[in-house]
């Protein structure tokens, strides 16, 4: 069999490819592929999986500021960072050391929903707010100070803030917001109710690759920290940017071949058709793309035009980053649209000479595309998710990295246990 030049290359993932190699060869013969696969992997280790890039691992301080958090994770390119408790003694364990996981996503609507719940105060509406994670946003004039109302008050008077009245008033809310003492002086531990996980959901160096690869498929994780109880730290992120990277350099052995030639078609793909897609129009607000994303926990929302079947750009979740970077951007913009949201970003990107997917119109193919077309192109544009169009390149459907790896390895009966059950919400079409 002749290898592609990817399988060839004497790289972290090549190698790993070639260990799957060689349990393939030695599974029984009368296993189907799909169960050739689940056992190779649950051979192999986690701690074998390649080291992320040191500038991946980064912690952030439970008593750094909303901004220092921000800056780090821009700084770093990452979406997400463990957060550290700093009042944990050197030798704590990792369940001690850390108390969650901090979001780009899970700071911007974080400050929407306080910003909306001290407008409420000031309005004398009794109600709060929820944060994420279902704690109430109890704001008072203890908490958030003068500076928190002046937010309120300055941006637009009394009673009104949050999604929709930011979307009115363009870059003006966001240089507020940003440059307040209230975003300045919060600490990322005042936050730790919005963390999903108390601290976080972690794999221990001897857990196995079916173990992650379910828990970045099926149980919805888009990353996942590898610690050593021994050493109570983290040792490795493995994302599925990261699981998919692995499965492109494996292009041309036996195991991939036996299922990254096979149609998309064939393989019951894309998962999530046209008409259940989350879609956000060119001249909606981009800030309720955010927020949908955030609420209906996907990763990334279609721009469209038209009669909604024509992709004209895709925007992530990754890319609230701007409007706390760099809210200058939209000073000029009285109504923050998806549309002018990529416009402006994608001039600010190449005045900046940054790379980034925005750079790109979207990523696209088809139901008759292969799998190993798709991996590898996900791949190459360093992308989450690839829209699926038809000959006149209307919306079929999107494929995301959950999908790819889920075509990977199934589930044995009763692996888990119950240890989800009512924690991980599963729906039947579930692709983020």
């Not at 909303?66 to 780090?72: G, I, K, N, S, Y």
């Not at 390119?77 to 050197?90: G, H, M, Q, T, Y």
């Not at 692995?246 to 058709?273: D, I, N």
Request: with cysteine; charged share 20%; glycine share 8%.
């Amino acid at each position: 069999m002749q290898e592609s030049p990817r399988s060839t290359v004497s790289s972290p993932e090549a190698k790993l490819g070639l260990k799957v190699e060689d349990l393939w060869d030695v599974q029984e013969p009368q296993l189907s592929p799909s169960e050739k696969l689940n056992s190779c992997f649950e051979s192999i280790p986690v701690s074998a999986f390649p080291p992320a890039p040191s500038s991946q691992v980064v912690e952030i301080n439970s008593d750094s500021s909303l901004d220092e958090a921000v800056q780090m994770l821009s700084k770093h390119k990452i979406l997400s960072a463990p957060v550290r408790n700093v009042e944990a003694p050197e030798d704590a364990s990792w369940i001690d050391r850390y108390i969650g996981i901090v979001e780009f996503a899970g700071i911007a609507v974080w400050l929407l929903h306080q910003s909306e719940a001290a407008a409420q105060m000031m309005s004398g509406s009794s109600s709060v707010g929820l944060v994420p994670g279902g704690s109430a946003a109890t704001i008072s004039s203890a908490a958030l100070g003068t500076p928190a109302y002046a937010i309120a008050s300055t941006a637009i008077g009394p009673g009104i803030l949050g999604p929709e009245a930011a979307a009115t008033m363009g870059g003006s809310f966001f240089e507020i917001l940003t440059s307040s003492d209230f975003y300045k002086n919060t600490k990322v531990g005042d936050i730790s109710g919005s963390f999903r996980w108390a601290p976080f959901l972690a794999l221990q160096t001897s857990d196995t690759f079916l173990t992650m690869l379910l828990l970045l498929s099926k149980y919805r994780m888009k990353s996942l920290p590898v610690v050593d109880p021994g050493e109570g730290k983290i040792e490795n992120i493995i994302t599925q940017s990261a699981v998919v990277h692995m499965l492109a350099e494996c292009v041309g052995l036996h195991w991939f071949e036996t299922w990254g030639t096979r149609k998309l078609s064939e393989l019951g793909l894309p998962v999530m058709k046209s008409n259940q897609l989350l879609k956000v129009h060119g001249d909606e607000s981009v800030l309720q793309a955010f927020k949908l994303m955030r609420v209906k926990r996907v990763g990334g929302i279609p721009v469209v035009e038209g009669n909604g079947r024509k992709v004209i750009g895709n925007i992530s979740i990754r890319d609230v980053q701007f409007l706390l970077t760099a809210p200058e951007l939209y000073k000029d913009h009285r109504s923050i649209t998806a549309k002018n949201f990529l416009t402006t970003v994608r001039k600010y990107l190449e005045e900046h000479q940054e790379a980034s997917p925005l750079l790109r119109g979207p990523i696209t193919c088809r139901k008759d595309n292969t799998l190993e077309e798709v991996i590898l192109r996900l791949d190459t544009h360093k992308i989450h998710r690839i829209y699926v169009v038809d000959e006149d390149e209307h919306l079929e459907g999107v494929i995301t990295l959950r999908d790819i790896i889920s075509k990977v390895v199934h589930e044995p009966p009763g692996y888990f246990g119950d240890f989800f059950y009512g924690v991980v919400p599963l729906p039947k079409n579930s692709s983020v």
